[in-house]
């Protein structure tokens, strides 16, 4: 069309009248040019449609009661992510043509491997909650005519709890083919159809996912064997792969029982368990260190004052390394007077040193137990109402007594969790606090519970059943086996779950004056009475990993389908 403006002004003819002709022809060209042949824009576009999954999908969770777990990538519908092309003008009919690009994925995520679960309530992607059908969710609903969160817009979720009568998911059978896939009975897993990934970089984002079980049917326990006769005040701990009470070793979970040569049995709370699988107890004129695997004696130290000469009444102690150094602060009442030892000792191997000794201006009640941080340890004073800061930096005794804020009534427990840098305070009626370390802010509570909380020094220093979870004890010591357990969520105190041990059918299912919990093996250690101890494998809100390669090859195996596990995770691993 480039000869039509030549050929229009020349037979207008010259002058304004030809100028403004000729002027008026060329715009009209121009529009007719851009009309036909638009100016194109392209927006961005991602350089590869290859999937950017999360990494958090090399292992499966065995759990009970209700959790928040990361969930592994099972499958992506066609090994990538999906790209939408849309093309329009801007403005009016005549303005630049325009192309966007967009990315969604579908793909399926496992989350736990011994279902059936009781649902799937929260979904978060990257940290966004996507999904909620939560109790919480739906009673907000009610009392403010909201609606419950769901997903993002044009994207579907499909959940299956694990059954054993679920099918094979119709979008991953039309994508790997019709009998080849697995209907995964007793894997608790999501479809995610469409969900828009621009939000979240063009990957698929981590997903996690909250997951409920309500059946107590697997809650198992161990009574220790032989018979270890102590009262029941004697002192007992549990940390890694080991129990302890008075001279006697278990292993878990088999409970293979050894002894170390302490002879020293009647006294009580001076057993610990440290950092570096070493039994560490004291007297009233020195520490000794055991070896937990084995039971062999490895160190006495002499304390820097006997007190051979006065009455002991107890001395708890707890441990935490900092920069390869572990560091023991004990608490020990001799007569009247309230000694506080540190010790450390530096990479593995080498032995226990004293690094300071100090006799304290407060009065305490070693019954609560001690708890140390990286900047402080932490002592309940005797009047229950105040907390006795012991600074684990200085080169001597430095203390300071605290009144936390907010406490509704006198002090039970009070721990330290290294994990979330926090200070929980557990008070007589059950009511729970959390303070940043100096215990100057309350950071959260839950209170209003009215229960009876006996004071524990083995549970102040080891309240962490499992991930951001903790277990307070209640109940009267003569009300005998109706003690109650309480799981809350340490992040925000929500009551994950309670129950009473003996409705369980727990072996010595009493209330216990010693309990311990292990979060590493998700079980309670405890001492009642004069019988043997007892371990219980708690199916609270806990977690165990299993490979997810184990997992998808069991179950090919028992659809009778040929699958390489290694490869499939491989393959969607390898896409990060």
């Known amino acids: 069309m480039a000869f039509i403006a030549p050929l229009a002004g020349a037979a207008v003819g010259g002058g304004l009248l030809g100028s403004i002709v000729t002027t008026a022809v060329g715009v009209g060209i121009n529009l007719a040019i851009a009309y036909f042949f638009p100016q194109k824009i392209k927006g961005p576009r991602a350089d590869s449609l290859k999937a950017q999954t999360s990494r958090y999908g090399e292992q499966l969770t065995r759990w009970h009661g209700s959790i928040r777990t990361a969930g592994a990538a099972i499958w992506l519908k066609g090994n990538h992510v999906d790209e ?15 192309t966007t690009y967009s990315y969604t994925a579908t793909f399926a995520i496992a989350l736990a491997w011994n279902g059936p679960a009781s649902g799937v309530t929260r979904i978060w992607a990257d940290d966004k909650l996507i999904y909620d059908v939560s109790a919480e969710a739906l009673q907000d609903a009610i009392d403010h005519g909201t609606k419950g969160i769901g997903i993002a817009k044009g994207a579907t979720i499909r959940v299956y709890l694990g059954t054993d009568t679920q099918k094979p998911d119709p979008d991953i059978e039309a994508d790997k083919g019709a009998g080849q896939v697995p209907a995964w009975p007793g894997i608790v897993y999501i479809v995610i159809k469409n969900l828009p990934l621009d939000e979240f970089g ?18 198992i326990s161990n009574a220790l064997s032989p018979a270890v006769q102590i009262g029941g005040q004697c002192p007992i701990d549990t940390r890694g792969n080991y129990a302890v009470a008075r001279n006697s070793i278990w292993d878990i979970p088999g409970g293979t029982h050894r002894t170390f040569n302490w002879t020293d049995v009647d006294t009580f709370r001076s057993v610990l368990l440290d950092e570096r699988n070493n039994i560490v107890k004291s ?15 490895l160190q006495e130290i002499a304390r820097p004052v006997d007190y051979s000469s006065s009455a002991y009444f107890g001395s708890p102690a707890d441990d935490i390394t900092v920069n390869g150094i572990t560091y023991i602060l004990e608490c020990a009442q001799m007569g009247l007077t309230f000694v506080f030892t540190m010790l450390n000792a530096g990479t593995a191997g080498n032995s226990y040193s004293v690094a300071w000794a ?3 201006s407060f009065t305490y009640d070693l019954t609560c137990g001690i708890t140390v941080g990286p900047e402080f340890g932490y002592m309940v004073r005797g009047s229950r109402t105040a907390v006795v800061l012991v600074d684990m ?15 509704t009534a006198l002090i039970s427990a ?16 059950g009511d729970v606090f959390v303070y940043t370390p100096d215990l100057s802010t309350l950071l959260r509570s839950s209170t209003g519970h009215a229960l009876t909380v006996n004071r524990d020094s083995s549970l102040s220093r080891r309240m962490k059943n499992t991930t951001d979870q903790i277990m307070v004890e209640s109940g009267a010591t003569s009300t005998g086996g109706g003690a109650t357990w309480w799981f809350y969520r340490l992040s925000d105190l929500q009551l994950l779950d309670s129950f009473k ?13 010693n309990l311990a919990l292990n979060p590493g093996i998700d079980m309670a250690f405890g001492i009642n009475s004069v019988i043997s101890g007892s371990f219980w ?17 069991k179950e090919c195996r028992l659809a009778g389908l040929p699958c390489d596990a290694s490869l499939i995770t491989t393959e969607m691993m390898e896409a990060a």
């Open 283 to 297: 007297d009233l004129s020195k520490f000794q260190i055991f070896d937990a695997a084995t039971g062999a004696f």
């Open 537 to 553: 494998f708690l199916p609270r809100a806990g977690r165990q990993p299993v490979n997810l390669s184990d997992v998808i090859e």
């Open 202 to 219: 063009i990957r698929i984002p981590n997903i996690e996912a909250e997951i409920t079980q309500s059946s107590i049917a697997s809650y």
């Open 501 to 513: 041990p003996q409705d369980v059918g727990y072996v010595n299912s009493g209330l216990y004056s």
């Open 84 to 98: 939408h092309v849309k093309t329009e003008r801007q403005g009016k009919a005549l303005g630049p043509e325009v």
């Open 358 to 360: 100090g006799e304290s």
């Open 414 to 429: 009070c721990f330290y969790d290294d994990d979330s840098d926090c200070v929980v305070i557990v008070t007589a009626n």
């Open 393 to 407: 930096g200085a080169v001597t005794l430095v203390e300071n007594s605290v009144t936390p804020p907010g406490l």
